[in-house]
Structure formats: structure tokens, C-alpha cells
């Protein structure tokens, strides 16, 4: 009898000592599975902000696309364009929150102007080409290119596209066309800009014309100045 309460009190010995290193064998497992799937948590939702923000911008073909500023009417009503585009809240999306490059921010902020979202291309693996509108000297008439880097989820500054103002005998416009375009290969941009001005006494007019081109490469645009020649082939649609 004392034999096998012996033998009874080992094996119950063994079954608890070997039941505890299975727990904590599981814990340990648990532990080290928690990890990784909050750090893919964290992941998917910075992604999924990412992606939120870029399907607020419609994907358009750049090829041969014509960007011109948007007008108003005597009223003081936005007229129907392709560059009009969606409001992009400032304080959901952070991605806007760089007064470098949206000058307009406080305002923006304040909801007392917006910056909308038009479209978007994509130019390479590393960029897409963000096209957006925003303030520039009393209204939302600055169309821009501006990029956004794939792996960063990041707006960095680009160029303006299109704006027109007037003011005492003064107007400007500016337009751009895509001139050349193809993915991870060849993006060029050709912008006009002529501008309008009278005298003092409102009796002389002058008038000045640019042309130029820019070429994406490396991460930026380089431009050039093109012959006046050039500009027979790129009608401003708002010059009057």
C-alpha cells in the first residue's frame, strides 16, 4: 500500500509539473503571436489613411490634358469645369499640413478656404502626380501638380499649372498642357503665362507672353524656356 501511494503521488507530481510548462509554454506563444499582428494593425490603418486620402483624387489620363483656371460669374458661382474637385478636410487628413506648400493653411483650418482634390496620375513607382486647387491672390483659382511619394505617404512641393487674376488694369493667366506622358518613363509639362497691363492713365497696353517646359526627372521638374514661336500651338482658353 505505501508502494503505490508512492507511485500515485510521483505521477501526480509529474502531470502537475508537466500541465504548468504547458501553460506557460502557450502564454510565451500567445506573447510573442500579440506582437507582430498589433504592429500589422498599426500598419493597415496608416495604409488604409493613405488610401482614403489619395480616392478623394479621381484618376484621369494626363495625355494631352488642358489645365485651366476656373472662373466665376457675376454672382460670385463657381462655373462648371474638370478643375473644380473635392474638399479635402485639413484636420483629418495631415498630409496637407505644410504652409510651404499650402500657404493658405490657417485659413484652410478655419474653414474660411479649402483646398480641393481634382485628380491624380501615376508617374512613376516611386510618385503619383497629385492635382489639386487652392488659394491664390483672392480666390481658389491655383491649379498645381504636386507629388506624393509612394513610400514616405507624403505631398512634396511640384509646380503650378494654372491661375488668372485681375486687378486695376492688370490680368494674368496661366495655362499648362501634358504634352508628353507615359508611365515611369517620360512626364513634360508645357505652361503658358501672358499678362495684360495698362498705364497709369489707362490709355497704353502692354503685354508680355512666356512659354516654358517642364521635364520630370529625378525626383523634380527642371525647366526650360521655349521659343515665342511656340505658342501658336497652345491657345489660352481664358485669355480674352
Not at 37 to 53: C, G
Not at 196 to 220: A, P
Amino acid at each position: 500500500m505505501a508502494n503505490n501511494k508512492k507511485i500515485n503521488m510521483r505521477n501526480l507530481l509529474i502531470f502537475i509539473v508537466a500541465t504548468l510548462l504547458t501553460l506557460t509554454a502557450c502564454n510565451n506563444k500567445k506573447n510573442q503571436e500579440s506582437q507582430p499582428i498589433t504592429a500589422k494593425t498599426d500598419s493597415i490603418k496608416l495604409v488604409d489613411k493613405a488610401t482614403e486620402f489619395l480616392d478623394l483624387f479621381k484618376t484621369v489620363n494626363p495625355n494631352g490634358l488642358h489645365i485651366y483656371p476656373p472662373t466665376w460669374d457675376k454672382k460670385g458661382n463657381l462655373n462648371k469645369t474638370p478643375f473644380e474637385g473635392t474638399p479635402i478636410n485639413v484636420d483629418k487628413f495631415s498630409y496637407v499640413n505644410n504652409e510651404e506648400i499650402f500657404i493658405n493653411l490657417p485659413a484652410y483650418k478655419e474653414g474660411l478656404s479649402h483646398i480641393y482634390a481634382i485628380g491624380k496620375f501615376e508617374i512613376n513607382s516611386e510618385y503619383w502626380g497629385l492635382i489639386v486647387r487652392q488659394y491664390s491672390q483672392y480666390d481658389e483659382s491655383l491649379v498645381q501638380l504636386l507629388l506624393w511619394n509612394k513610400k514616405q505617404n507624403k505631398i512634396l512641393k511640384g509646380i503650378d499649372l494654372a491661375d488668372s487674376f485681375g486687378d486695376e488694369g492688370w490680368f494674368f493667366d496661366t495655362e499648362s498642357w501634358i504634352s508628353e506622358y507615359k508611365t515611369n518613363s517620360a512626364l513634360k509639362i508645357v505652361t503658358r503665362r501672358k499678362d495684360s497691363e495698362f498705364d497709369e492713365d489707362f490709355k497704353n497696353r502692354t503685354f508680355t507672353d512666356s512659354l516654358k517646359t517642364s521635364v520630370f526627372t529625378n525626383g523634380r521638374f527642371v525647366e526650360n524656356q521655349n521659343d515665342l514661336s511656340d505658342t501658336v500651338n497652345f491657345k489660352l482658353k481664358e485669355w480674352k
